[in-house]
């Protein structure tokens, strides 16, 4: 069973039996969810698993097969239009226009929601300056890099204030400081009380900015904590790793280990309570190995497996 906030909470969105079928297949396969308001969430899941799928359900862009959605307290689709004015989405591909340069790019995504240049006073200047976009108002999109892109279309979905802000691996394809200035950019909406809904590979990212993550795998939610909850309910709490082809030269068998193991690509990774234990077998052996603590990626391999997806 799957922990809910309590009734009485503030639902951002309530999702209950959402399915998705393509070619009689259910690539969405019974969703409940609810994220109150003021949540940062994460959806995380292999290739295919359905999150682009269910987000797209929520924003009214596939249409629902079975099940319900409810986005800031109105049902999908029947109040598509209304909801939309109160969210900012980030896509999973770039939809910015290649013809308008970064300013234009705002300007007509602003006047979707009825917003003129007077309207929107000096927001697109914030906006700007935020994305740290301040000197390329007038470029074209094409002389931007993937960062600058990515930077420019959370400022674009921020145009009209939302309540609610949608991302779709946001950060995915970034060098690790445009996603640390992306991430930066994400906490600043918290303090407003903006509702976060990502997607991410990155179970760095889940952990660093979401208080709540669900694993979705084949179209079900198979897990939903918060990160350190699941990590303490479905992993050992250290993880020690060596390279696979050394190793087992000297382990004939992995199974006769303390531990619990699991081989991926040219790794062993050994997850144990005790790593004292383990690593002197492996110094006696003259294994070079290397220990840390658990994280959300070791609860993702062991509820998702870790065969290759899509
Ligand atoms: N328009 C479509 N027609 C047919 N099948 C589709 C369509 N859109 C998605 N699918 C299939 O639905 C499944 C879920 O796809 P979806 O894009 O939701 O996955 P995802 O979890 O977002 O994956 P990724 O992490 O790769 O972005 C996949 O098997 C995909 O091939
Ligand atoms: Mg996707």
Known sequence: MIPEPAENVLKAIAIRGLRKFYDHHAVVDGIDLTIPAGEFFGLLGPNGAGKTTTLRMLLGLTPIDAGT?????????????????????????????????????????????????????????????????????????????????????????????????????????????????????????????????????????????????????????????????????????????LNAASARRFIADPATLPARMLEIADTWLIYTHEPGAVRAELDTAGLPHATRASNLEDVFLKLTGHDLRD
């Open 69 to 241: 959605v409810h986005v800031l307290g109105r049902p999908m689709p029947e109040c598509e239009r209304e909801i939309s004015s109160r969210l900012g989405v980030v896509p999973q591909f770039d939809t910015l226009d290649p013809d308008f340069t970064v300013e234009e790019n705002l300007l007509t995504y602003a006047s979707y929601f009825g917003l003129s240049r007077a309207a929107l006073g000096n927001r697109i200047d914030e906006l700007l300056e935020q994305a740290n976009l301040e000197n390329r108002r007038g470029s074209r999109i094409s002389a931007l890099s993937g960062g600058m892109k990515r930077r420019l279309t959370l400022a674009r979905a921020l145009i009209n204030e939302p309540e609610l802000v949608i991302l779709d691996e946001p950060t995915t394809g970034l060098d690790p400081q445009a996603r640390h200035h992306l991430w930066r950019q994400l906490r600043a909406l918290r303090k407003r009380g903006v509702t976060l809904v990502l997607t991410t590979h990155y179970m760095e990212e889940a952990e660093e900015l979401c208080d709540r993550v669900a694993i979705i795998d084949a179209g079900r939610i198979i897990a939903c904590a918060s990160p350190a909850e699941l990590i303490a309910a479905h992993v050992e709490p250290w993880v020690i790793s």
